[in-house]
């Protein structure tokens, strides 16, 4: 099965402190992605990578950075951790479209408390 | 922002169909129309995608207009399973195109 896993379904931060999430696809995907979850407000893209050492911004990327070191894992890191990225983080990854369905494939979720 | 609009929320009696509706009437030509599904406390689940065709796999079935500004996602015989929140997505199909999420629509179904 493919599978892509997430460090941690739970952490509990204090403000100020660094957080880094953890993902690790698998599938030898090309792309990884990071999104945030918050209710009423769906699904955002904080940062997505289509390649190894290549990132891109998403729609909401201020207060986060990310790492892709090697083509399995997309870490996404949080300098200076606030209140109000207390969330659900979920990872997804895919491979390039035209020759396959463009899916993306998700983890279960990080839910971080910041307190 | 999302190119979608769909309802907040539906609802469907086990064993009938859902048609849960989705409006793209910006969507351009190079752009596909996605629909994804989210049960409670598990990450998004790919069902179906489709360009202009009438597309079904053994999940769902899904009716682009010819104008392709709008589509329907079709559960044939609804299960409490299939409560979840569903997404509708349109996107390019090129290697840095990324999914953008709106709020979807929150299908219960009753038994």
């Known amino acids: 099965d493919v599978k892509v896993t997430q460090s941690s379904r739970y952490l509990v931060k204090r403000t100020g402190e660094k957080v880094f999430l953890e993902c690790v696809q698998d599938?030898?995907?090309?792309?990884m992605f990071w999104y945030r979850q918050d209710p009423g407000l769906g699904l955002r893209l904080i940062y997505f990578s289509y390649d190894v050492k290549m990132k891109e911004k998403g729609d909401i990327p201020e207060g986060y950075s990310v790492s892709r070191e090697k083509k399995e894992r997309f870490s996404l890191i949080l300098e200076s951790a606030s209140t109000n990225q207390t969330s659900m983080y979920l990872c997804?990854?895919?491979?390039?479209?035209?020759?396959?369905?463009?899916?993306?494939?998700f983890g279960e979720g990080s839910r971080l408390t910041v307190l | 922002d999302a190119k979608t609009t769909q309802p907040t929320s539906m609802d469907c009696a086990e064993g009938r169909a859902a048609n849960l509706p989705c409006n793209h009437s910006?969507?351009?030509?190079?752009?596909?129309v996605y629909w994804y599904r989210q049960i409670h406390s598990q990450g998004p689940q790919y069902i179906i995608h489709g360009l202009k065709n009438n597309e079904t796999n053994e999940m769902a079935s899904l009716i682009i207009t010819e104008d392709r500004k709008s589509s329907t996602l079709i559960l044939p015989h609804a299960t409490l399973r299939d409560t979840a929140v569903y997404y509708c997505i349109v996107r390019g199909f090129y290697n840095t195109d990324k999914l953008i999420f709106g709020t979807g629509t929150r299908l219960q179904v009753f038994p």
């Open positions: 910006t969507i351009s030509g190079n752009e596909y």
């Open positions: 599938m030898d995907h090309e792309n």
């Open positions: 997804a990854s895919s491979t390039p479209g035209t020759e396959n369905t463009g899916e993306l494939f």
